[in-house]
T-cell receptor, first 115, second 115 residues
């Protein structure tokens, strides 16, 4: 099976712009989660989508949003970019059978740099 | 609060010597715990997971971890380090009810392997 794919791998934006990142989960996986990784804050949970619905949300401002499509692919959007949004954004997918603790499988990430 | 603490930010070993990366958890219920590895400019790769089936968990690349409830620990070990093991390692805690896919990560331990 192909792994989790994320596009683009690298992005450079300027303050005030918005950005959309894409994630394709492993085939058959229904849950997609997003994490932000920075040197200062480490790995932090952004949100999780399951069956096109946001099921769980981390402690991030409303500028961070996401969605999931019927084929389980997910996008996350960051509006009005700030310098502090520079980070590696990781997407993870899991089967999410809803009755077990599923393993999350991570993609390679998108490196966002805000200038 | 439920969390994981990685006790060392850096661990240095020589090739061929044992590796010990320490992780303590705090949880009011039986946790699900994971170890992930991240090589430079890569996403997270699952090494192993504990979900209460067996306290000694074997993972990939010769790594294993032992869940010790009395010590609230889940330390990662490997009998003999290889140069390719140099990377950052993250202990993670699955937070939430079944069906909610949210990982809480430790701050990471950078493993340095010298020849």
């Amino acid at each position: 099976k192909a792994g989790v794919t994320q596009t683009p791998r690298y992005l450079i934006k300027t303050r005030g712009q918005q950005v959309t990142l894409s994630c394709s989960p492993i085939s058959g996986h229904r849950s997609v989660s997003w994490y932000q990784q920075t040197p200062g804050q480490g790995l932090q949970f952004l949100f999780e989508y399951f069956s096109e619905t946001q099921r769980n949300k981390g402690n991030f401002p409303g500028r961070f949003s996401g969605r999931q499509f019927s084929n389980s692919r997910s996008e996350m959007n960051v509006s009005t970019l700030e310098l502090g949004d520079s980070a590696l954004y990781l997407c993870a997918s899991s089967p999410s059978t809803s009755t077990s603790t599923d393993t999350q499988y991570f993609g390679p990430g998108t490196r966002l740099t805000v200038l | 609060a439920q969390s994981v603490t990685q006790l060392d930010s850096h661990v240095s070993v020589s090739e061929g010597t044992p590796v010990l990366l320490r992780c303590n958890y705090s949880s009011s219920y039986s946790p699900s715990l994971f170890w992930y590895v991240q090589h430079p400019n890569k996403g997270l790769q699952l090494l192993l997971k504990y979900t209460s089936a067996a306290t000694l968990v074997k993972g990939i690349n010769g790594f294993e971890a032992e869940f010790k409830k009395s010590e609230t620990s889940f330390h990662l070990t490997k009998p003999s380090a290889h140069m390719s093991d140099a990377a950052e390692y993250f202990c993670a805690f699955h937070r939430g009810n079944t069906g909610f896919q949210k990982l809480v990560f430790g701050t990471g331990t950078r493993l340095l392997v010298s020849p």
